[in-house]
């Protein structure tokens, strides 16, 4: 083919975009790739092995890390799923009422005020109900990450409800069945993959949080992130790639099925 | 309204009966938000405006010396008052670092999201599954990614002395350059995806035009695209400098503890430092910060017209 002028071409630009690609999965590359090296290096190779998957499996703390960490996820990610479909049910496909941007800003809370700035916030009214109290379980984390957890969930599944058509409710309702029989039967199956995508949202901010985690976490609640947060500061070891690695894995894998599922004709 | 719409009486019980099944919809998320998001944000304004306990915590008792600390010292020898230069460093750390994150995100984002844009159509959306695979992986991953890379004992200066061009590793990680260079990594997907919405509706009837009328290249980009994508490049860089301004897990894995921002010096006084009232107020003053800047966002979005945000 001829060289012809390519009107959307700008020059350098192909070139830039590239160079980002590499430099956006080379480091993630070479971290997956070192947490299989058989040495105890995380730059020098020296041969394939499975030894850091082993030796985090054997890790005590990691067990219970990763434990904990998808203990608070799953509850995190279910409670926050189930409040965020009663909000969007109520915030879409409705006339502006009373109180409307004072509803949205609060749900969209987290996403707008630094991490940092809740995390602070978090640990000094935790720290109080924790000396009127007694109690520093897990339910200050689990209850902490839902309220964050909560606007990741709510955006895909308002998405879904606002795409819906309401001719099928509305037929439902003419044909005498009652509101919650309306719910179950026509728009919960209809909605069925905005709440999915809105679960395994949430489920991954919960289980990647560092922040927040880290300022509500009372001695001995590490989780994964935290965990790794702590053994940073240590000489490291593949150890940490391997852990790196499994999250990863579970990220990417939500991400996929996520972007599969928005995708769902209405 | 016209004659068949029921009477007026009916519709507002109707109304009324609407607005209490939507109030009770989302009185749970409402009183979770409460709970674990707004009210204690309430409580920490509270905590500025008392005085530090001298292990943590605080005494009830009013003083508006940790607003005053924020930005101000008292010398402890002869009392006179000069600015803490100690926090204001940090504070311009802060904003020039998250300024020069803004900047190079934009230096690499732009011409990406210029090159997912006009790829063909079915090719776009595994191009952008590409950004926001990064987008949804621990932040702490991929810091930690960064470092390796980095470190003197990391792979580029592992290659470098195998190489023979330098004898000793190079100190790249713990300075000021590394956290630039890990908050861009960490933060360009956020540029990415907003200026890839802006550009993938872009006319390039209108570019062809700019051609036709002797445009060079510069120009159409400077002239035509530029003007267009605003919006995006805009929204963009609040997505990215809001964040930054805010870091806490990239300066701290990336500064070793000798470079702070904000977030770090924030955490400090709730640490070592014991002053929680000096660390309350340091988070207001950081949430009043990104107010301003969202706030001046939603205004020049205003301007630019809907369809953006």
Known sequence: ?266 | MTDSAPPASYATVAEKRASRVRWMLLAPALVVLLFAASGPLLITLVYSMLTPADYGGVVWKPTGDAWFNVFMQRDIFDDTLSWSSAHLSIFWRSVKLSLMTTVGCIVFGFPTAYFIATRPKQQRDLWMLLIIIPFWTNILIRTFAVVELIRNEGTINTLLMWTGLIDEPIQILFTEFSILVGMIYVYLPLMVLPLYASMERLDFSLVEAGYDLYATRMKVLRRIILPLVKPGVIAGSILVFVPSLGAYVTPRVMGGGNQLMIGNLIELQFGQGRNWPLGAALSITLLAIVMVALMAYVRTAGKEGPGHG
């Open chain 1, 1 to 266: 083919m001829a060289k012809r002028f390519q009107i959307q071409q700008m020059p350098g630009f192909r070139t830039i975009a590239v160079v980002t690609f590499v430099l956006l999965y080379m480091p993630i590359f070479l971290l997956v790739i070192y947490s299989f090296n058989a040495g105890t290096s995380i730059a020098i190779w020296e041969g394939f092995s499975w030894r850091w998957y082993v030796s985090a499996w054997d890790n005590q703390q990691v067990q219970e890390a990763t434990i904990r960490s998808l203990v608070i996820a799953f509850w995190a990610s279910a409670i926050s799923t189930t409040l965020a479909v009663l909000a969007a049910l109520a915030t879409t496909r409705t006339r502006k009422f009373k109180g409307q941007a004072a509803v949205f800003a609060m749900i969209n809370q987290p996403l707008m005020v630094p991490e940092i700035v809740t995390a602070v916030a978090l640990l000094i009214f935790f720290a109080m109900i924790k000396v009127a109290t007694g109690y520093t379980g897990l339910m200050y984390l689990v209850i902490a990450h839902t309220a964050f957890c909560i606007p990741f969930a709510y955006l895909p599944i308002r998405a879904r409800l606002i795409g819906m058509d309401l001719a099928l409710e509305q037929a439902a309702a003419d044909l005498y069945a009652p509101p919650f029989r309306v719910f179950t039967r026509i728009t919960l199956p209809q909605l069925w993959p905005g709440i999915l995508a809105g679960a395994m949202l949430a489920f991954v901010i919960s289980l990647d949080d560092v922040v927040i985690t880290e300022f509500v976490k009372s001695a001995g609640q590490d989780t994964l992130p935290t965990y790794m947060l702590g053994q940073l500061r240590r000489v490291v070891t593949p150890e940490v790639n391997a852990i790196s690695t499994v999250l990863l894995g579970i990220s990417v894998t939500m991400v996929v099925a996520f972007t599969a599922l928005s995708k769902l004709k209405t």
